[in-house]
């Protein structure tokens, strides 16, 4: 297998756990879409282009509450600012030049962005952009099929049962962090300090604040922990 | 007809700012934030990022502190399960069987 099929393979395998939470929303963001009476071209073409879930979200809500356009832009554009972030830190590890570039850009969700991060700190010698191609591609196509399924399930039936959403999400990811407590114990610190962060802030802001917040927070601790140390 | 252009025009623009927020620190990272002790700052980003994704939406149902769930004890339960088995991957599966036996159960 050359190097880049072994690496997309990596990044489509580990992406597998979170694929069950991404469709799940797929599903509810089709069925709601579907129930506001959006066309499932509308529906499908956000999941498409847009391929962001909770700027999807936000921006489904407000369509069917009518909001003006430029609510709706602006509300979706704040919410993925988060993705400057994940640039910055995919940055120098990244191998792709010039317009190549747009194509990982393309696929940087926060899953996809989290199975490549992880990765880098796993494995020396593989390529994160085939990494990141792969973990986005398979959760691009899920996202996708689910997104129709959803719009196609509203058409049969309105009564929907579903696990509850945060519950979903917060499972699929709490195994990372766990994974991620045991094999990194120099990120404890940070995670210390993200917790209580993360429960502070919960009373007061909303999850996609709040989410910015806490990356921030644990970034600034990080940055002030190492503050005194010697640069590389 | 028209409400349909709009929306889709609409979508389109929000998918290209969404695609030019994620590449623009790809393809350009200013120097200020390309030195060694931001690039640490940067390593922490995974590390809080999955706090911020499984703390709040554990523990908080529309901004308010909510422990006594069957979600909640569905996911502490999986915390020391993970742990001791070394499954990391199987973080949903296990709170699921959880879930669905503590609902069961009660």
């Known amino acids: 297998m050359t190097d880049w099929k072994q690496a997309y393979t990596v990044g489509a395998k580990r992406v597998g756990p979170l694929v069950f939470s991404a469709g799940f929303f797929g599903l509810i963001f089709g069925f709601t879409g579907a129930s506001g009476g959006l066309k499932l071209g509308i529906i499908s073409a956000m999941s498409i282009l ?21 609510a709706v832009f602006i509300a979706a554009t704040i919410i993925n600012l988060r993705h400057l972030i994940y640039g910055g830190v995919l940055h120098d ?85 766990v994974e991620h407590w045991v094999k990194h114990p120099q990120d404890r610190g940070v995670i210390a300090v993200a917790t209580v962060l993360a ?34 | 007809m028209t409400e349909t252009v709009q929306l889709l025009i609409l979508i389109a623009l929000i998918g290209v700012t969404t695609l030019a927020l994620r590449a623009t620190f790809l393809f350009y990272l200013p120097k200020f934030i390309n030195h060694p002790r931001i690039r640490r700052a940067f390593d922490a980003v995974p590390a809080s990022m999955l706090v911020a994704l499984v703390i709040p939406f554990t523990f908080f149902v529309n901004q308010q502190l909510s422990l006594f769930r069957t979600e909640v004890y569905a996911i502490l339960i999986t915390i020391p399960l993970i742990y001791l088995t070394k499954k990391y991957a199987y973080g949903l599966l296990i709170s699921i069987i959880s879930y669905i036996i503590f609902i069961n159960l009660f």
């Open chain 1, 50 to 70: 847009i391929f962001a879930g909770s700027a999807q979200f936000i921006t489904l809500v407000l369509i069917i509450e009518k909001q003006t356009l430029v």
């Open chain 1, 93 to 177: 590890l990244l191998e792709f030049r010039g317009i190549k570039r747009l194509i990982p850009a393309y696929f940087l969700t926060d899953e996809a962005f989290l199975v490549t991060t992880l990765i880098n700190k796993e494995k020396e010698q593989i390529s994160l952009d085939w990494v990141l191609i792969g973990a986005g591609s398979v959760l691009w196509f899920f996202w996708n099929l689910t997104t129709i399924t959803g719009y196609l399930i509203y058409q049969v039936t309105q009564d929907i049962i579903s696990l509850p959403e945060n519950f979903v999400l917060a499972s699929s990811f709490v195994g990372f962090l």
């Open chain 1, 199 to 232: 429960l502070g802030f919960g009373f007061i802001v909303e999850s996609s604040a709040l989410l910015i917040i806490v990356m921030a927070g644990g970034a600034i601790f990080a940055l002030l922990r190492h503050g005194g140390a010697q640069d590389d």
